[in-house]
């Protein structure tokens, strides 16, 4: 996605449809901070994957919610 300019005409397709008809969509596939510095910028407001976290059980959610941070170029 980050050096291929049909995969970001994809994403920023998906993103504009989106807005459009106010839904939300979540980018998947986060696997680097770059990643989801580009989402981000893109209008992604919701992301998943390896570098946000690895899967986990669900008892370890709340703990996790209140201390993961992301990254501050994620930060609008």
Not at 22 to 50: K, M, N, P, R
Request: hydrophobic fraction near 45%; proline fraction near 5%; charged fraction near 20%.
């Amino acid at each position: 996605m980050l050096i291929n300019e049909d995969d970001l005409a994809i994403v920023l397709g998906v993103v504009r449809i989106a807005k459009t008809f106010q839904l939300e969509v979540i980018a998947e596939v986060v696997e680097i901070i770059e990643h989801g510095t580009v989402l981000s910028q893109l209008g992604f407001e919701l992301a998943q994957g390896y570098d946000i976290s690895k899967p986990m059980p669900a008892i370890h959610n709340p703990q996790w919610l209140e201390s993961w941070k992301s990254d501050i170029t994620w930060r609008p």
